[in-house]
């Protein structure tokens, strides 16, 4: 007879570094950022950093963060191979459903590969759904691509970047994604980008475009929404990446955004090899 081993969950401490970044390499290989993000994530009061022990080893990890809109968004969720199905990933969900029932969280969602049958299905199984499908490109940071003066300008006002933003909306499905967060496009995120800096605009072209990083900004630029003339915009970003010595630009939008595609692809961006997918659930 097999024993359920006990698992216990506890918030990251600072000498959990090694341990998760093991995690991380073991669960998910081709994936690495956890070393980049750490000190983020354990200073993050408003979200939930946990980690998950069997045995007093520490074999699983969750990040709960709050994004600008107020939803949660579930991400790192990695369990080394040898302790998968047993019920880490389960424990983990529910503790975010405790953790949003204490912070009045109303929507929770989360991204995976659509070839991730156990991250979606351990998703479903608490109720989360299908909110949309994503493609993602990207391109190196290319001198040569860079072959005009472009004059866009930051857009600092949040109510301006707003209204410049928010008119794009629907073009863009409602979502912009940055560092394979996927953010729901609204006032409060478009607010949030402003006083960051990642909002500009070219009044010439009236083109507008949001881009930066929510982490990790040397090693990609990501380019969040663009609108109006849409090769001045991808020129702007690509400058933009060159002056600051980033490594990669990235664009990921709905699936079924045909115009979106061309543009990115035409400018020189290439698909990433598989799509990926949100799952969201709205909570009383
Ligand atoms: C996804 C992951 C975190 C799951 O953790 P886990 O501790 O193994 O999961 P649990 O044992 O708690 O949960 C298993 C649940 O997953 C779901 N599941 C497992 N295999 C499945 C399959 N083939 N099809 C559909 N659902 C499946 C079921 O809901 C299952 O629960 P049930 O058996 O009670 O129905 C883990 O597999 C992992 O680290 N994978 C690599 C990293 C990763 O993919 N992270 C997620 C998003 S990037």
Redesign the pocket.
Known sequence: MTVNPEIVLRRARQEDRDKVVWVESL??PNLSYVPHVWDMFLDDMEGDWTVAEIDGEVI?CGKYSILPDGSAWLET???VPH?????????LYEHWFEVSREKGVKTMR?Y??VR???????AE?YGLRMAETFRGTLMKSDPGKVDAEYDFRRVVDQGRATELLMRHSAAWGGWQVMNRTYYKLSPMLCAHLAERGMVYRDPDTESVIAMGARFMPRHGLHVGLFAGDAEACLGFAMQTAVEREIERLHCLFPSHNPGVEESLTGFGFRLEPADFMVLEVHLE
């Open positions: 669960s998910t699983g969720l990695r369990v302790r998968q199905g047993l019920g880490v990933g389960k424990r989360m995976t590969g991730n049958v156990v991250s979606k299905g351990l199984r």
